[in-house]
């Protein structure tokens, strides 16, 4: 089911996943409202232990913030002893925000040693088991595939003519799970074009993996193609990476920056230079998917309610999809989410990466390098309420078109964006 997320724009579009089956299902209640960042609870929450464990959270965070350390800990050991991995999803919640707080308060009781011993902690969890978790996370929730679907489409009606070759330049390719959709399409167009993908990464045996298992389906498929591995380290300049791509003067670039753009966020000069670096590579489209958060507050305080928002309305969603005792959700949670929470949480200054802001500091941000917002089209709202009834056949689940950009959330909470630029 599909509805409006409570806010108010001048170019937003309602849309309702089952307006072709039933127009009869009640509006959802609007639980949440965002103005200039402020918070308010939401009401189904009201005075009940769920709401009370969220204050007790955000009581504990400003105690942290207030140097007052010894009610910290008091405040740490009620919160984990109420809460549990296994609970319902409020207390699921409150685990994972309760160890991010631990791994904070370690900040200032270990002194300068404990900024190496924490980013080691948040980071440091087998590679093996990120790598599983993320496999989940797009299976069991449509975040991810939404995403990349609607980047796909997008890419596939910016190319459309492109009839020679095309090549695709995909920051954080990940497993590659993005393109064999994609793949099938091309191999369906006539003249068959060559289609070659750049892939960046920061494990080179992952990525030549990843272009092994294309490279494979695209033969399979009858399609001409080629993988490059390209090694971005974190931490490493994207811009004299981008900058050694090989363009060849006969192929049609895209670019995917699927929930990338966020990790550059430490330093938006750079950030601008990557983009107008981009720009200038004249990529026929850049696909850009984001979190619809602002974990990039410089006030802790501010990004700690933000985080506990965003993530109660991830793990509601888990709560209400999957059963209580799934591996996978666990996994999800506790390896992917609890990642990110952690960093959020717990990590300072050049140490956090997951700086996820909304999409209007991103749109501002690419009109001021020169990009223009290409409207996602028809096709694309049709194949994203498709995945959601066939695979997601929740009525928590929403979708949202605000200026020409889709947004999925849950119960009323925009939680992804995706749009397409040019």
Known sequence: ?????????????????????????????????????????RANFAASPSLQMRQLLISC?????RSDLSAAHRLISILSSNSSPY??????????FTRALSLRLTRYTAAAAASTSIITT???????????????????????????????????????????????????????????????AVAERYPLPTLRITGTGSDLEILRRTGDRLAKFAHSLGLRFQFHPLI?????????????VLLLPDETLAVNCVHYLHRL??????????????????????TVAE???????????QRFLEAVDHYAAVFDSLEATLPPNSRERLAVEQIWFGREIADIVAAEGENRRERH??????????????????????????????????????????LHIINDSFFLGWQNHPLFSVSSWH
């Open 87 to 96: 609970g319902d999803s409020t207390e699921r919640l409150v685990h994972q």
């Open 232 to 244: 971005l380290l974190p931490g490493e300049d994207p811009i004299s990476v981008a900058s050694s």
């Open 291 to 301: 979190r619809e958060a602002n974990h990039n507050h410089p006030i802790f305080q």
């Open 122 to 184: 948040i980071a440091g969890r087998d590679d093996a088991l990120v790598q599983s978790s993320y496999l989940s996370l797009n299976q069991v929730t449509p975040y991810i595939r939404f995403s990349q679907l609607t980047a796909n489409q997008a890419i596939l009606e910016a190319i459309d003519g492109a009839h020679h070759a095309i090549h695709i330049l995909d920051f954080d390719i990940m497993h590659g799970v993005q393109w064999p959709p994609l793949m099938q």
């Open 1 to 41: 089911m599909l509805g409006s997320f409570g806010g108010s724009s001048s170019h937003e579009v309602d849309v309702d996943v089952d307006a072709d089956q039933d127009n009869s299902s009640p509006p959802p209640n609007v639980y949440l409202h965002h103005h200039h960042h402020q918070i308010q609870p």
């Open 357 to 398: 802001e909304r999409f209007r500091s991103w749109e501002v941000m690419l009109r001021s390098t020169g990009f223009g917002n290409i409207p996602l089209s028809p096709f694309a709202l049709s194949q994203a309420k498709l995945l959601l009834r066939l695979h997601y056949p929740s009525e928590g689940y929403q």
């Open 265 to 286: 966020l430490r330093d938006r000069d750079r950030l601008a230079l990557f983009l107008h670096r981009i720009k200038a590579m004249s990529p026929r489209v850049l």
């Open 61 to 65: 965070a400003e105690l942290i913030s």
